[in-house]
C-alpha cells in the first residue's frame, strides 16, 4: 500500500509540474477575455459617437445600444479589466512566471522562428515552452495592455491625472494612443484565436491546464 | 427647443429642482437599442442589453460617481492656454440643432435663485456683469471624444454663492435653462476656482448658439455639465440629477 501511495503521490506531483497553465493564470485568462470583449465593444461605440478617423464600426459590433450605454459599459468593464490585471501581473512577477515564459527575447530566435513560422515547420509539440515569436507577441501584448489602461485614464482623467495625460502629449495624444493601443490588441487578438484553433491543445492548456 | 423668450418664474423653477429620480420607464435605455455587441455571442442578449444590466450598470456608474467626487482636489486647476491655441471656429453642439437655440431676452432676463440660499431675490443681466469676471482659456471636452479650446469671461461661481449667501455644505448646485434643458453639480465643484458664470465667448458677449446670457463654464466637468441659458439655480441637498444624466450618462463626469 505504502509503495502504491507514493507512487500516486509522484504520480500527482509530475501531473503537476506537468502543468501548463497554472489555475490563476487560467482564471485571470477568461476574466481578462470577457474584460476585453467588453472594452473593444463598447470602446468602439464611444469611438462611433465623434470618429477619429474617416470610418466607425458597425452597430452590430458595438455595445450598449448607444454613448450612454457605451460609456457605462466601458467604465464598468475597467473595474474588471484593470484589477484582474493588478492580480495577474502581480502573480505573475512575484512567482517569476513572466522571467521563466518570456525572457530572454533575442532578435536572432525571433527571424529563426518567424521564417519557421511561416514555411510551416515550427514545432507546437511543447505547449509549456514558447517561441522567440511568442515571447515577443506576449511580452508584447502585456505592455499594450499597460499603455491603453494608462492612455484611458489619462483620457478619463485629464485634469486630476494631468501629468499622466502630458506623458501622452495631452488629452487628444491620449485619445490616439488609446486607439491605436486597441488596434494593436484586436490585430492580437486574430493572430492569438487564429493560433489557438490551429493548435488546439494550447486551447485545452488554458482550460485545463495540461 | 422652443423659439420664444422666456421669462421662467419660481415654481417652475421649485418643481423642477425637487425632481428626484428619474421616472423609472426612462431607465430603460438600452432596452431597444439595436446593437448587441460581440458579447451577444456569449452570454445571450438579456445580460447584455436587457434590463437586469442596465440596473448593475446604473449601480456601477453610481459608484463611479463616488470614486470621481473622492479623486478630485479643490485646488487643481485645469491647464489653461495661450490665445493662439484657441479653437477657431468652435463648435456648436447640442441636443437641438444650431437654429434652435433659444433666444432669451435680455431686458427681461432674470436669474432666479432658489433653495438653501439666504438672498433670493432674482439678477437681471445688468446686475450679473457688473460683479468682477475672470477670463480663462480651457478645453471643453464633449462625452462624444472631441475637444476644443476656447475663451470664456464671467463670474466665479464660488464667488457668488458666497454673495447670496448659499448654503455652501449642501451637496448640489442645481441650475435650470431657458429651454427645459437641467444639469446638477455638487458643490465642491461649484467652488473649484475655475468654475464661471461666463457672460463671454472669446471676447464677446456670449452668442445665442454658445449659451446667451449665460454659461455655467466648469473646465473640471464634460462639456453636457456646463449648461447654456441658465435662468435658475438652486442649492439643494437631494439629487436631482440632469437632462443627459437622466438617460444614462455619468452623474459626476469630472475630467
Known sequence: ?210 | MRRKNLNVDAPVLIKDAAKLLPNPSRRLFLRGGASLGALTLLTGCDIVDGPTSERALRVISEFNDWVQARLFNPNRLAQTYAESAITRPFRFNGYYDESEAPDVDEDTYRLQLDGLIDKKQAWTLDQLYALPQETQITRLICVEGWSAIGKWTGVPLGDFLRRIGADLTAKYVHFACAEGYSVSIDMPTALHPQTQMAFKFDGETLPTKFGFPMRIRIPTKLGFKNPKHVVGMAVLNNYTGGYWEDKGYNWFSGL
Open chain 1, 1 to 210: 500500500m505504502g509503495d502504491v501511495t507514493t507512487i500516486n503521490q509522484s504520480a500527482a506531483k509530475a501531473a503537476k509540474e506537468e502543468l501548463v497553465h497554472p489555475l490563476y493564470v487560467r482564471i485571470t485568462h477568461w476574466i481578462n477575455a470577457l474584460a476585453i470583449l467588453i472594452m473593444i465593444g463598447s470602446g468602439w461605440q464611444i469611438y462611433n459617437a465623434s470618429p477619429l478617423f474617416p470610418f466607425s464600426f458597425p452597430p452590430s459590433v458595438t455595445l450598449g445600444g448607444w454613448l450612454a450605454g457605451g460609456i457605462m459599459w466601458h467604465l464598468a468593464g475597467m473595474w474588471v479589466l484593470v484589477i484582474n490585471g493588478i492580480v495577474y501581473l502581480t502573480l505573475g512577477l512575484a512567482t517569476g512566471r513572466f522571467q521563466r515564459k518570456l525572457m530572454p527575447i533575442w532578435p536572432r530566435d525571433i527571424g529563426r522562428d518567424l521564417a519557421a513560422a511561416v514555411t510551416g515547420r515550427l514545432s507546437y509539440k511543447d505547449p509549456s515552452r514558447y517561441n522567440a515569436v511568442q515571447k515577443l507577441l506576449y511580452a508584447g501584448i502585456l505592455l499594450t495592455g499597460v499603455v491603453i489602461v494608462l492612455s484611458g485614464l489619462a483620457m478619463w482623467k485629464p485634469v486630476q491625472l494631468w501629468e499622466l495625460t502630458l506623458l501622452f502629449g495631452g488629452y487628444e495624444g491620449a485619445r490616439l494612443v488609446h486607439f491605436f493601443a486597441m488596434s494593436a490588441i484586436v490585430l492580437f487578438l486574430i493572430i492569438h484565436i487564429i493560433m489557438a484553433l490551429l493548435v488546439p491543445k494550447s486551447l485545452r492548456a488554458m482550460v485545463k491546464g495540461q
